[in-house]
């Protein structure tokens, strides 16, 4: 009897062809970095005076969900979908981006030397601390970025809570690259730190 193998044999061929060319995409496709930027200029009308030249503030610690700490960029598909993309990573990490980015905003709105990111140096003594709790940060490739975060300003030692809110913060995708997405995070992380600094400036008339 004479057995025909060419199926078995076309589809050995296909599945070896496909597993190439997967192979020659991820040799070839380069691999892209991106990181959060923070303010470059800020407006006479953000700018939060009145504070004192020795105010210290402290940035963290930073709670964030393990789904989007890590190296890949992660968007969202759908409400129970998401995609986590190997060609288009953090430069560095998006808790340290995160952390880096709002200190340096806040720096720059509370116009202070003495902001600092958690951990700090054992010589530094806070006076107010911004404990930020991340519990969503994605968003559609091509459509919006989004935030979801509660974020808590206590006094020194933090012995007394002194502000707390939740923010939903959602802004437009200036494109359908990841460019534009990434930019999107950038602008979302400028209006969370001009919140955080209207929170300390409310705090600090308040004592």
């Known amino acids: 009897m004479i057995t025909n193998r060419h199926p078995q044999n076309l589809g050995l061929i296909i599945f070896i062809g496909l597993v190439f060319l997967?192979?020659?995409?991820?040799?070839?496709?380069p691999v892209e970095f991106y990181t959060l930027a923070p303010l470059t200029s800020v407006s006479e009308a953000d700018k939060?005076?009145?504070l004192g030249d020795n105010i210290a503030v402290g940035v963290g610690p930073l709670q964030i969900p393990k789904i989007i700490d890590r190296p890949q960029i992660v968007t969202r598909i759908g409400p129970n979908k998401i995609n986590v993309d190997e060609f288009h990573r953090w430069a560095g990490s998006v808790y340290e981006d995160f952390l880096r980015?709002?200190?340096?905003?806040?720096?720059?709105?509370?116009?202070?030397?003495?902001?600092?990111?958690?951990p700090?140096?054992?010589?530094?003594?806070?006076?107010?601390?911004?404990y930020l709790a991340v519990h969503q940060f994605d968003g559609r490739l091509g459509q919006y970025a989004q935030l979801d975060?509660?974020?808590?300003?206590?006094?020194?030692?933090?012995?007394e809570i002194l502000f707390v809110r939740k923010s939903l913060i959602r802004?437009?995708?200036?494109?359908?690259?990841y460019d534009a997405f990434i930019a999107a995070k950038s602008?979302?992380?400028?209006?969370?730190?001009?919140?955080?600094?209207?929170g300390i400036k409310?705090?600090?008339g308040g004592q």
């Open 120 to 130: 700090w140096e054992e010589y530094v003594d806070p006076d107010y601390r911004v």
């Open 171 to 177: 802004e437009p995708v200036q494109g359908d690259d």
């Open 101 to 118: 980015a709002v200190t340096m905003n806040l720096a720059a709105l509370l116009q202070s030397n003495l902001v600092v990111a958690f």
């Open 149 to 159: 975060i509660t974020w808590t300003i206590t006094a020194r030692e933090a012995l």
């Open 22 to 29: 997967a192979g020659c995409r991820s040799a070839t496709t």
């Open 48 to 50: 939060i005076a009145g």
């Open 202 to 204: 409310a705090a600090h």
């Open 187 to 198: 602008r979302i992380l400028a209006r969370l730190s001009r919140q955080i600094a209207q």
